[in-house]
């Protein structure tokens, strides 16, 4: 798309300043970037990936999951950048499955059809030894790893469809129009 997703623009801002705002007054925030730093992140920590040089999804979330479980969190929420979906409303979606086993002890992810979201997801930190070996394994496929693991869905809230994810300029332009629709991020505050 010609530029890093996270720095696309939406109601005068960076997604990411949209994504941080939302999340920061309740939890903390950690961003892998591949020691890319982005502007208006504060208050949010970065964390390195585990392999150098942009090798995928997975490396960036095993040392959140590590730090998470050195924390004493229970898991993360995993939010790709290129979401206009806000933070709070994908966990309180989440959240919905927080009862089940599997929430604790592995991946739980929407779903939009026949495509598995695992970056619209919650991951146990009881995956950050299975996840940190995976990677220096040379695992680079989330869908791969999601799927060998104890794992559930949760279909993707229908009005969420063109929001959830985009890759091209036409995709993010129909992100913003049904954002827009739906009041996404109207009253954030800086």
């Given amino acids: 798309m010609g530029s890093p997703k996270a720095l696309l623009p939406y109601r005068s801002r960076p997604l990411i300043a949209h994504q941080i705002a939302n999340a920061a007054p309740h939890r903390p925030v950690w961003l892998a970037a591949d020691n890319h730093r982005y502007p208006d992140t504060a208050p949010a920590r970065y964390l390195p990936d585990q392999l150098p040089n942009k090798q995928g999804a997975l490396s960036a979330i095993a040392p959140a999951l590590a730090q998470a479980q050195a924390q004493g969190y229970a898991g993360l929420y995993i939010l790709s950048c290129d979401t206009l979906i806000p933070p709070e409303a994908l966990i309180a979606e989440l959240n919905a499955a927080a009862d089940s086993p599997v929430f604790a002890q592995g991946i739980t992810?929407?779903?939009?059809?026949?495509?598995?979201?695992?970056?619209?997801?919650?991951?146990?930190?009881?995956?950050?030894?299975?996840?940190?070996?995976?990677?220096?394994?040379?695992?680079?496929?989330?869908?791969?790893?999601?799927?060998?693991?104890?794992?559930?869905?949760?279909?993707?809230?229908?009005?969420?469809?063109?929001?959830?994810?985009?890759?091209?300029?036409?995709?993010?332009?129909?992100?913003?129009?049904?954002?827009?629709?739906?009041?996404?991020?109207?009253?954030?505050?800086?």
Avoid at 113 to 123: E, I, K, M
């Fill in 109 to 190: 992810a929407l779903q939009d059809g026949d495509q598995l979201l695992p970056l619209l997801a919650h991951w146990s930190a009881q995956l950050a030894g299975s996840l940190k070996t995976a990677v220096a394994q040379g695992n680079k496929r989330v869908q791969h790893y999601v799927k060998s693991q104890p794992h559930q869905t949760l279909p993707l809230p229908a009005p969420w469809r063109n929001i959830a994810h985009f890759n091209t300029p036409q995709e993010y332009a129909q992100a913003q129009h049904t954002a827009q629709q739906l009041n996404i991020y109207a009253d954030a505050k800086f």
